[in-house]
């Protein structure tokens, strides 16, 4: 069978024309970026120009991007931006359906004093903004939320919290990983200190990312060394894998002036209402807010997450439960649990991310086994 992948959330095949970018810097222009002779110099200007694409996908002027090396750095480096920038605030506002790059450095730092709220979603994925507005104080040193969630989809209003966060006097850090290629963002318009942002999420190799740090707020470097990324970031640049996202990013940007969004919240929405008409007991979590257009998250009542998911594989299609950083637990995701699912539904969740590679007969082929391995999921579920 022809394999069909539908967990673009997790990570994204790499385009063959991002490989294509990618592969001069692999061969001929191996050239330390740093180094002042004609190497190193072709190698610095791939980075100048994948900078440059980066940056014209996000609305942001191309000095105001670090090169990291994944959507977790990001996060964690902003993080801990706030954190020494303020070191007599210890409150931190955070949520509950963060991605674990977040909470878990969160946690640590509770255990080092710091007063960490995380605030709760109701049933929908939604937050309270008049709680937010509510919790920011004197002592808080940051609020970090994402922009969208990388399992229900749901996205929040970045702007509208930036703009209660920085009437506050506070930094505000957002985790927009699962955004760029499919929702326009434009740092121009939100009012957002830092912002992390992934390659391998927009068709683009693993091994980088960046943080879009706003002129003007505290930065301070997470790694140390030499002096690349404007002292920044120290460490030798991976030039292909950044070379690789300049050119993933000026094609997702392309795609989404062509309509890739629409695109793909038409095949969503149709996968959407065909799983509610051939499937009973089925629940679309998040579907009351406004999610990706790429994104689906399905409970099915009685049925087990772990083992259609393994009835899809070895069918050779690729979805999954939930992040793929839980990947190996059996427990239902902490997003899932933040919202309240029930539990007849939560342990039977599927969470289905496309792409603009997916096509509406990849969809097809799915709904047409999607009923039989529900049904064989309910009758191993204990209910």
Request: glycine share 8%; proline share 5%; charged share 25%.
């Amino acid at each position: 069978m022809k394999s069909i992948y539908f967990d673009n959330n997790a990570t994204t095949p790499v385009d063959p024309l991002v490989c294509d970018a990618m592969l001069p810097y692999l061969k001929e222009r191996f050239g330390n970026p740093s180094s002042p002779h004609r190497f190193g110099q072709s190698a610095k200007e791939g980075i100048t120009m994948a900078r440059d694409n980066v940056s014209a996908l996000i609305g942001c002027h191309p000095e105001r991007l670090v090169f990291t090396s994944s959507g977790t750095e990001s996060n964690n480096t902003a993080i801990w931006c706030a954190v020494l920038a303020n070191p007599d605030k210890k409150h931190i506002i955070s949520s509950q359906v963060e991605h674990h790059s977040v909470i878990r450095l969160l946690e640590f730092l509770q255990k080092h004093g710091y007063d960490i709220q995380l605030l709760s979603v109701d049933q929908q994925g939604e937050l309270d903004l008049e709680e937010l507005g509510r919790s920011i104080g004197e002592r808080t040193a940051l609020v970090s939320l994402m922009g969208a969630n990388n399992e229900t989809g749901v996205i929040w209003p970045i702007k509208e919290i930036g703009e209660i966060v920085k009437s506050k006097g506070v930094l505000f850090q957002s985790d927009a990983v699962q955004m760029p290629g499919k929702v326009p963002l434009d740092m121009k318009e939100i009012p957002v200190d830092y912002l992390s942002i992934s390659s391998h999420k927009i068709h683009g190799p693993k091994g980088a990312g960046a943080i879009y740090v706003r002129r003007g707020v505290p930065f301070s470097p997470l790694i140390f060394g030499g002096r690349q990324e404007k002292d920044r970031r120290a460490g030798t640049e991976n030039v292909p894998a950044i070379v690789g996202f300049g050119k993933a990013a000026e094609l997702a940007l392309s795609h989404l002036q062509r309509g890739v969004d629409a695109r793909l919240k038409t095949m969503r929405d149709y996968l959407e209402n065909q799983i509610k008409t051939k499937i009973p007991e089925v629940k679309i979590n998040g579907a009351g807010q406004p999610r990706l257009p790429n994104t689906l998250n399905a409970g099915f009542r009685y049925a087990s997450s772990e083992a259609m998911v393994q009835e899809f594989d070895e069918k050779c299609i690729a979805i999954s439960a939930h992040a793929a950083c839980e990947t190996g637990t059996v427990e239902p995701s902490h997003v899932l649990r933040a919202m309240g699912i029930e539990e007849d539904y939560i342990y039977g969740t599927l969470r289905i991310s496309l792409s603009r590679f997916n096509t509406i007969e990849e969809v097809e082929v799915f709904l047409n086994i999607l009923p039989l391995i529900v049904q064989k999921s309910r009758q191993l579920f204990p209910m």
